[in-house]
């Protein structure tokens, strides 16, 4: 019940919308600045929403709020566009050189764009006279494209890659505040058409891709950079309902509304539109039901419409969306995975159903206190499904939900007060991931190492599921190489599992939360869920045998031996944090340039030590809590292991004196 309430209110609020002010992101930039003018000239405040990459400049609800649309959200401080930072100098002094679109392209780190740029031979074009507007894709919106998709692309350099950089492209110069709200830009590639939303709260959309740094002028135009790569659209709205196959009961019941051929005329719309799976919740009679009531289904149907664009980015839509930003030549589409009910007695008569089910889900059959819950029981509610109790240092929480102090004790029964809607667990660990569909790689891991039974016996473990995104760039050759070692493998598996179930409510906050995982060595966590400083986009997924929250990075135990050396640079290419890495660089250093030993000679390194009467006293305390902490980890080489804490001292008296 409350997905349908939020996603009712969420359609009155986009319905709400008026067309922003063309200039409603340069308000909220000047904003920005306002927030971070004690860091000095020309700094913008960010905030950067928990758990996920994504940035915004600040207004004012958000930064008193201190989170974006209710999501919590840390504070940055970055240069505003077109300024730069000078060594000495607070904030960011220096205005940023004025170069050609191809230059451009480097300033704003757009390093993919101007690469692809170059071999599909468009920079003359871009370096040239003339006045274009680039909306170039970041690093990290390459990244994210469909790796078949991205081969395909630059396969065909003559042809395919030409002519999509020249989609992202219009010959003529667009500042944000000439981009209004609904209007479209016609494209280079075929006079495609780019659609352009300019939202009231500053967020500005092409084709559904926000741009993130704008206005970066160039001598023969400006560049906008946008969050990921846009594709040239050719289906209206009716066209994806027909072919889709997710989306065979919405043609069926939207053909007999009469409704499936106004979705294919020209206009701008939004379809919030439900799955196969979405309609089967209803329950066949509540279907047969609504078929035979044409005027009724029709007015369903409407309901679900919106006469103008709305991208998720403007509206950071909910758990309910399970695809978002469909872009067709007549709006866009997010698949959902719920029928939306209109707020009416007749409709919601239909609804009880559901209801029924949430409620029942929150009520236990027995009287059971604060007092009497413990770790690892089981109880049974109305509805004949079992909630999972865990304790914790700080909380108490029945599966995904944590309760709020103040729980109530009645003559015939109790009240706990919970921070969220409980979600009992139905499937797998493994039954999850399947039916995600991103985590083949991870899988196929899993197979390779023989520990997919881990995901699927009974049990209550904690698993960071490395996405399909956390392997990006690896071909088969590096896969099958991790596959190679088998014992390596499965030891970087495990450190992905902790024996015990700890979802996000559970962690304590203001310190390190230790999880020791299968594995044996520890991952650190903290409430805002970031475990081993690797940010957790999804978290508190429930699951019959534990509980999943998916990572996009793959996590490390960093005292894992590699005894290959192709492996050791397999893993530099896919892990964020890795300390093996950075100790052996730092020891490679300190023996070079303060030792002056050959490799070969390397046994006698033991015989070069610091003398602690040669250090000052202030320099020796930090050398002695550099060499404390370093001494926790442990190399990947025994060899290095012998004379590690003798060269460690070396390397800090070398960096941190001269």
Known sequence: MKLLFVAAFALFVLSSFDKADSSAYDKILTHSRIRARKEGPNVCA?????????????????????????????????????????????GCPAVAPIDNVYGTLGLVKATSTQSYSDISKLRPEIEGSGSYTFFAPSNEAWDLLDEQMRSALVSNVNIELYNALHYHMANKRFLTKDLKNGMTVTSMYNDLGLLINHYSNGIVTVNCARIIHGNQVA?????????????????????????????????????????????????????????????????????????NDKEALQALLKFHVLNSVQCSEAIMAGSMVLKKDIVTTNGVIHLIDQVLMPDSDEVMSMDQRMLKIIL??????????????????????????????????????????CLIRGSKEGSNGALHLMKTFLKPAEKSMFEILTENGGFKIFLSLMEAADLTDLLKQE??????????????????????????????????????????????????????????????????ANNSMLVNSVQVP??????????????NHVLYPADMPVGSQELLMLLKRLITYIQIKVLYEKVIYCYKDFVQMKPQNINNATSHKVPDKNLHEKHHRVLSKRVEITREHRFFSPLMEKFCSDVVICLYFHTEMY
């Open 46 to 90: 960010l905030q950067q929403v928990m758990g996920t990459k994504k940035k915004y400049f600040s207004n004012c609800r958000n930064w008193y709020q201190g989170a974006v649309c209710g999501k919590k959200a840390t504070v940055l401080y970055e240069c505003c566009p077109g300024y730069m930072k000078l060594d000495g100098m607070r």
């Open 219 to 291: 001598t023969n135009g400006v560049v906008h950079v946008i969050d990921r790569v846009i594709s040239a659209v050719g289906n209206t709205i009716q066209d994806i309902i027909e072919i889709e196959d997710d989306l065979t009961t919405l043609a069926d019941v939207a053909q007999q509304s009469g409704i499936l051929e106004s979705l294919g005329q020209a206009g701008h719309y939004t379809l919030f539109a439900p799955t196969n799976e979405a309609f089967e919740k209803l329950g066949s009679d509540v279907l047969e039901r609504l078929q």
């Open 360 to 401: 029942e889900s929150h009520i236990l059959k027995e009287k059971v206190t604060l007092g009497q819950l413990y770790n690892g029981q089981q109880l049974e509610t109305l509805g004949g499904k079992f909630l999972r109790v865990f304790i914790y240092r700080t909380a108490v929480c029945l599966e995904n939900a």
């Open 459 to 524: 049990g209550d473990f904690t698993l960071f599921a490395p996405t399909d995104m956390a392997f990006a760039g690896l071909s088969d050759s590096d896969l099958n190489l991790l596959k190679s070692d088998i014992n390596a493998l499965r030891t970087i598996l495990l450190y992905h599992i902790n024996g015990g179930v700890f979802i996000g409510g559970g962690l304590e906050t203001g310190v390190t939360n230790l999880l020791k995982s299968l594995q044996g060595s520890n991952l650190r």
């Open 538 to 551: 999804e978290s508190d997924l429930m699951a019959t045998n534990g509980v999943v929250h998916f990572v």
